[in-house]
């Protein structure tokens, strides 16, 4: 899924990487410049970034109810499966990296029969939580996440070593899945949490992905574009690419979009809006009301409307 | 549609209570030295700018127009581009600035505003714009990125908010733009 296609690649070594590279960012919108406004938070509230990247709801009263009202919504069925197949990919590709180091690269035929070993994740004490049809429809759908990943993981394994004959593990694992998944970042100097969790993270070109399973939102770039600045506040070097992975199942079929993305001024002045907007909301206790176009499945909606 | 002004973008993003004391509650400013040096300083440089070659900007052969008036209905916004440059067919607009600290956003989103104006006058799109840094003799070049497009488009809805509502907006977090400017005194909550 984090993999990118042959066009994929080249789009980004054409176009969205030497864009970047020539595009001034303004240096007070670097996460390295937290210390100072526009960054610099002006209150002291620790917001997850989830809460300032998503805008589900249009008055972000969602926000409000959680954080001044204490209420604790169940999450709903999309936001569950989202949880859940995010798991698996991570599971595939940690067990990937653990199996490697384990067999080394002379026993690598071990590692490929231990891998194709079909991947289960067991949901079952989620079953209570989604319909008989919702569960098997996720099991269904985590089978065929899985086994594509797998066999993804397996070619690229193979690819590599045809070519370097005297590779050792650690090499081959950075080579063959050169991300970071579920990096933790601490993002205490821009007033977020200091546990928050990026999908996953390409270091040979820093690029922060986010793995997304329902329809595209413009406010998903607000996503990567805080965890740049967080890495940028941490690291203190330039990340200058986000990219969305969305993945969509269709009569049992996965279909993967990426949408590769410069993080420029534009995107980062808008995140900054967003976290002051949402944390004047939370410290000044401001009710921003109930939307006039709510979801019927927002966790929130009896809270709203009863 | 309230019409605009691009200075007015400017203006909104170095501080968005200078809109407030433009449109909702007038006050008389202070025109500052540094206002009249600037003027005096892109009278000059208009002269010069016509006897230079265009290497400086990467093109190798250009016409120079300066001071067009430009107008967008659509966008309810006009303003008086300092100078653009028509070259092979391609337009790019370019303002003068004095300034020792290169360019900044509210510069640079005055310049994409002018570069959407040049677009509607000439029926043709831009793909770059240059900030010309007047003490440091550089033109900065500047992509005119949909992205920036759609800010600009945003920055406008916001500036008729602040009219239509009369509402004053938050003070300004960089505190450093209190001291230089020209509204100083009316801001009350500013210390």
New interface residues.
């Given amino acids: 899924m984090y993999f990118l296609t042959d066009e994929e690649r080249k789009q980004l070594l054409k176009s969205y990487l030497p864009k970047s590279r020539q595009m001034d960012i303004a240096d007070e919108l670097r996460g390295w410049n937290w210390n100072q406004p526009p960054l610099e938070p002006v209150y002291d509230i620790k917001l997850a970034l989830y809460e300032i990247a998503n805008s589900y709801c249009p008055t972000n009263r969602d926000l409000f109810l959680r954080r001044i009202d204490g209420v604790k919504a169940r999450p709903n069925a999309a936001m569950l499966r989202g949880k859940l197949l995010h798991q698996v990919l991570v599971d595939v590709l940690v067990r990937a990296k653990k199996l490697i180091y384990l067999h080394g690269v002379g026993n690598y035929q071990e590692f490929l029969q231990e891998h194709k070993i079909p991947f289960k994740t067991n949901f079952e004490r989620y079953r209570s939580q989604l319909s008989e049809e919702e569960f098997s429809s996720l099991a269904r759908d985590a089978e065929i996440l899985a086994n594509f990943e797998t066999s993804r993981i397996v070619a690229r394994i193979q690819e590599i070593l045809i070519k370097q004959p005297y590779i050792a593990e650690d090499s081959l694992v950075s080579l063959a899945i050169p991300v970071v998944v579920e990096q933790k970042l601490d993002g205490s100097f821009l007033g977020l949490s200091q546990n928050l969790s990026a999908d996953a993270f390409t270091f040979s070109e820093p690029m922060i992905i986010d793995l997304k399973f329902g329809e595209p939102k413009k406010f998903h770039r607000l996503t990567t574009t805080g965890y740049a600045l967080v890495m940028e506040a941490i690291h203190e070097f330039p990340v200058n690419l986000g990219c969305l992975v969305y993945a969509e199942f269709k009569n049992g079929r996965l279909s993967v979009k990426k949408d590769i993305h410069i993080i420029d001024d534009e995107l980062r002045q808008w995140f900054i809006e967003e976290r002051d907007e949402k944390m004047r909301m939370i410290y000044e206790e401001i009710d921003p009301g109930i939307a006039q176009n709510c979801y019927d499945t927002c966790p929130y909606y009896r809270n709203c409307l009863g | 549609m309230i019409k605009l002004r691009v200075t007015d973008v400017k203006q909104y993003i170095y501080c968005p209570r200078i809109i407030y004391f433009t449109y909702v509650c007038p006050v008389e400013k202070k025109i500052t030295r540094k206002m009249e040096y600037g003027k005096e300083e892109h009278l000059e440089l208009d002269r010069l700018e016509k006897r230079r070659t265009f290497k400086r900007y990467s093109l190798s052969e250009g016409e120079r127009r300066f001071h067009q008036y430009l107008r967008s209905e659509r966008l309810g916004l006009e303003g008086k581009l300092d100078m653009h440059i028509v070259s092979e067919g391609e337009y790019f607009p370019v303002e003068f600035k004095h300034t020792r600290k290169g360019?900044?956003?509210n510069h640079?989103y005055q310049l994409v505003s002018y570069a959407m104006l040049l677009e509607d006058y000439y029926n043709k799109p831009v793909r770059y714009g240059f900030l010309y840094i007047i003490p440091e003799k550089t033109p900065?070049p500047?992509?005119i990125?949909p992205?920036?497009r759609?800010?600009v488009k945003d920055v406008l809805e916001k500036i008729r908010e602040i009219i239509l509502k009369e509402r004053i907006p938050r003070p300004n977090?960089?505190?450093g733009r209190c001291t230089d400017c020209e509204y100083r005194n009316y801001c009350g909550d500013v210390s």
């Fill in positions: 360019p900044s956003l640079k900065y500047i992509q990125t992205n920036a759609i800010f977090q960089h505190k």
